[in-house]
């Protein structure tokens, strides 16, 4: 019998709890270049304030950049998602291959929370992994910007049972998350002065391509 791989716990505990913590995930260097990255591409983001109708109507405040402007201008941005390497450890992580998100919009994301109220509301996402990355995140738990979920539910209305979870990241952080089974939102920033900046990678599995909402058209174009 081979032996376990030295991934098995946490393929194991992300299966059981949906969200995989990964702290420091980015080396300082990394950290760096993204947060540069991101920095240059907010020129371009476009403010959103509405409310999501196919998510129970869950609110969007935030300044988003969808994939397919990131392909355009930011080669780094896209030469780590397509990084190989990586598409195998989250296949690893998963338990099953994992692939790039053909959707351009989609695919690579970038999310400003910037304003007092600012939030990512309820949702599960089009495909089946999420990882997320921190370039900047509000320092203490009490700023707001914590990622809520509920392992095992995909009901919105579970955010608000007991069972949810709520998670601080800071900058450099990341996670992984079940994010098409695993209802999540992001709470509210409580005070002026603090941002909170991810990038958000998709990721599918062979033969899912197809996204099941209209969210990503409305958030990210
Ligand atoms: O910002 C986060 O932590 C979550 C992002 C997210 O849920 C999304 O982009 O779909
Ligand atoms: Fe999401």
Redesign the pocket.
Known sequence: MPAPSRWEPLRQQFTADGYLALPSLLSPKGLTELGDEASRLEADAVRRDFRMPCMDDSPRHMTTLGGHHIARHSPTITRLYQDQDLARLLGVLLGERVVAVRDPVERH?L?ILHQPGDT?GA?T?DYPL?L?LFLEAPPRPDDGGL?EFHPGRADLAALDTPGARRVHHQPADGYLLR?DLTA?R?TPLARPGVRRT?L?FAYTTPGRQEATTSSASLLYT
Do not use: K, Q
Request: net charge negative; aromatic share 0%.
């Open positions: 994301v999310n990512h949702h996402d999420a997320v990622l994010s999540h992001v991810v958000n």
